[in-house]
T-cell receptor, first 113, second 112 residues
Framework: KNQVEQSPQSLIILEGKNCTLQ??????????LRWYKQDTGRGPVSLTI?????NTKSNGRYTATLDADTKQSSLHITASQLSDSASYIC????????????FGPGTRLSVLP | EAQVTQNPRYLITVTGKKLTVTCSQN?????MSWYRQDPGLGLRQIYY???????DKGDVPEGYKVSRKEKRNFPLILESPSPNQTSLYFC???????????FGPGTRLTVT
């Protein structure tokens, strides 16, 4: 069964600190992996997208990594800001003709002053 | 401004009363989808459409209908809503190819 797991479920850090969120997936056939940021009450917004051949992708203070062999991805946030408080969702697209996206449950990040 | 819009944003209704949630995108995207988001479960796809008059079931289609008569609109229809359809609903669109999805702002539905 195609599945995406994320850890931790929630995380609290102080402003200015770094953190790393984890994503493990069992999805086949794999097409790409995306990280989304979802502010409370808003729709998800894409941060990064990585294909099978890419192992790292940065977007400002956000850096995503992908290990296709172990089927693991991480999202590293550097020098966190209060505006980083949100849910971060890992999404894997299944490589088929349809629109099959498998969503993780998300990690809820709270950045405190 | 390129965007996906949904209406209404909030809706409280009673069991069995038919409702429609509208979704519209102004980016000329071929693909559109509906998702529901429930605590601890992540987003689950309800229905998707790859182009006008082409729709298909996602992972949780029971109790929902969709139509795609125009490229820009993809309404979600609940013929007879039930309390287990209380959820946060998102519409999304994307162009052809391995491109990112653009999500609407969400519709919070409560069925009593």
């Amino acid at each position: 069964k195609n599945q995406v797991e994320q850890s931790p479920q929630s995380l609290i850090i102080l402003e200015g600190k770094n953190c790393t969120l984890q994503c493990n997936y069992t999805v086949s056939p794999f097409s790409n992996l995306r990280w989304y940021k979802q502010d409370t009450g808003r729709g998800p917004v894409s941060l990064t997208i990585m294909t099978f051949s890419e192992n790292t992708k940065s977007n400002g203070r956000y850096t995503a990594t992908l290990d296709a062999d172990t089927k693991q991805s991480s999202l590293h946030i550097t020098a966190s800001q209060l505006s980083d408080s949100a849910s971060y969702i890992c999404v894997v697209r299944v490589d088929n003709y349809g629109q099959n996206f498998v969503f993780g449950p998300g990690t809820r990040l709270s950045v405190l002053p | 401004e390129a965007q996906v819009t949904q209406n209404p944003r909030y809706l409280i209704t009673v069991t069995g009363k038919k409702l429609t949630v509208t979704c519209s995108q102004n980016m000329n995207h071929e693909y559109m989808s509906w998702y529901r988001q429930d605590p601890g479960l992540g987003l689950r796809q309800i229905y998707y459409s790859m182009n006008v008059e082409v729709t298909d079931k996602g992972d949780v289609p029971e109790g929902y209908k969709v139509s795609r008569k125009e490229k820009r609109n993809f309404p979600l229809i609940l013929e007879s809503p039930s309390p287990n359809q209380t959820s946060l609903y998102f519409c999304a669109s994307r162009p052809t190819g391995p491109n990112e999805q653009y999500f609407g702002p969400g519709t919070r539905l409560t069925v009593t």
